[in-house]
């Protein structure tokens, strides 16, 4: 069992940076592969960023491809989203997940843990 808890949300500036944190407990996260998704107010869950069990290899969204960086602290049981160069279209309700895949993967429907999500919100 994998227990998922997001922070570092907020109400940021166009061009502003945010990093938020998901903290994992349970003995197997070291072993998970875990991703970020978004849902936009009106808009599908939809998938952000996700790395593989150690972190060395990630697959990011067109959208954010060059402006996030996904990465995680094992030692911490920490996954953190880096985000620069905020847009207003990034205001979402932002979800750290857990796939017992050592593999990361991008469709939602693969990971079994999710948290409870944390606001960002970019104003222009």
């Known amino acids: 069992q994998v227990q998922l808890q997001e922070s570092g949300g907020g109400l940021v500036q166009t061009g502003d940076s945010l990093t938020l944190s998901c903290a994992a407990s349970?003995?197997?996260?070291?072993?998970?592969?875990m991703g970020w998704f978004r849902q936009a107010p009106g808009k599908e869950l939809e998938f952000v960023a996700a790395?593989?069990?150690?972190?060395?290899?990630?697959e990011y969204a067109a959208a954010v491809t060059g402006r996030f960086i996904i990465s995680r602290d094992t030692d911490k049981n920490t996954v953190f989203l880096q985000m620069s160069n905020l847009k207003p279209e990034d205001t979402a309700v932002y979800y750290c997940?857990?796939?017992?895949?050592?593999?990361?993967?991008?469709?939602?429907?693969?990971?079994?843990?999710w948290g409870q999500g944390t606001q960002v919100t970019v104003s222009s």
């Open positions: 349970g003995r197997a996260f070291s072993s998970y592969a």
């Open positions: 997940a857990a796939d017992h895949s050592s593999d990361y993967r991008t469709n939602l429907n693969d990971y079994d843990y």
């Open positions: 790395c593989n069990w150690n972190g060395n290899d990630d």
